[in-house]
C-alpha cells in the first residue's frame, strides 16, 4: 500500500503526559500537511511542511504543540503536557505541489490517530 | 478566514432514494473537492471539481460546482446502505499556498 500512513491508529493517555503521533507521506509528495478532527466536525488544518521547512501553523496549535519533518520525508507531531481539550483524530495529508502553471495536484489524507486523553 | 457551510447536517433516508447535499461559501476557491469518512478512519477523495459550473459524474454521484466557484453539490440517485457516512467539502486555496479548508460535513444514513 502506498497511501499516507499514521502510526499509531489509537493512543490512550493520562493528562499531563507527552503524546507523539508519525506520518509517513506518499512517496515524492512533497507537501504534508495535520489537520484535527473533532466529534460532529470537519478537519481543522494545524500545520503544513513543504519539503523540510514548516510553512504555516494555524492558530490552533498552541505552544505545547510542535511538528517537524527532518528530512522531508516522514513527520511526527507532538503534544505536550496533554489535556482533555486534546482528545480528537490527528489526520495527515500529503500531496505534490507541481510548478506554476501546470495546475494543482490532490491531497490524500492517512486514516488518522484517534487521541483519547483520560 | 473562509468558511463552508454544508446543509443538510445529518440526512436519514431508505435505500432506493435520491438525495442532494450542498456545500455554500462566501469565498471563491480555486477548486472544491469532496470527501466521504467512515467512522475512524481518514477522509477518502471522491472528486475535485475546479472550473465554474462543471459537473462530474461518479457512477451514482454527481458534483456540480457553482458558477462562481462558491459553492458546490453532490447528489446521490438510488442510494445504497453503502453509500452510508459523513461527506465533507473542502475548498483549496490556489498556488504555492494550497491550503484545504473544510465544512463541517453531512452525515448521511441510508436504511435498508
Known amino acids: 500500500d502506498t497511501g499516507v500512513s499514521q502510526d499509531p491508529r489509537h493512543k490512550i493517555t493520562k493528562r499531563g503526559q507527552n503524546v507523539t503521533f508519525r506520518c509517513d507521506p506518499i512517496?515524492?509528495?512533497?507537501?504534508l500537511y495535520w489537520y484535527r478532527q473533532t466529534l460532529g466536525q470537519g478537519p481543522e488544518f494545524l500545520t503544513y511542511f513543504q519539503n523540510e521547512a514548516q510553512l504555516e501553523k494555524s492558530r490552533l496549535l498552541s505552544d505545547r504543540f510542535s511538528a517537524e519533518r527532518p528530512k522531508g520525508s516522514f513527520s511526527t507531531l507532538e503534544i505536550q503536557r496533554t489535556e482533555q481539550g486534546d482528545s480528537a483524530m490527528y489526520l495527515c495529508a500529503s500531496k505534490r505541489l507541481q510548478g506554476a502553471g501546470r495546475g494543482n495536484t490532490e491531497a490524500f489524507f492517512g486514516q488518522g490517530t484517534r487521541l483519547t486523553v483520560v | 478566514t473562509q468558511l463552508l457551510e454544508q446543509s443538510p447536517q445529518f440526512l436519514s433516508i431508505q435505500e432506493g432514494e435520491n438525495l442532494t447535499v450542498y456545500c455554500n461559501s462566501s469565498s471563491v476557491f480555486s477548486s472544491l473537492q469532496w470527501y466521504r469518512q467512515e467512522p475512524g478512519e481518514g477522509p477518502v477523495l471522491l472528486v475535485t471539481v475546479v472550473t465554474g459550473g462543471e459537473v462530474k459524474k461518479l457512477k451514482r454521484l454527481t458534483f456540480q460546482f457553482g458558477d462562481a466557484r462558491k459553492d458546490s453539490s453532490l447528489h446521490i440517485t438510488a442510494a445504497q446502505t453503502g453509500d452510508t457516512g459523513l461527506y465533507l467539502c473542502a475548498g483549496a486555496s490556489g498556488g504555492s499556498n494550497y491550503k484545504l479548508t473544510f465544512g463541517k460535513g453531512t452525515l448521511l444514513t441510508v436504511n435498508p
Open positions: 512517496s515524492e509528495h512533497n507537501r
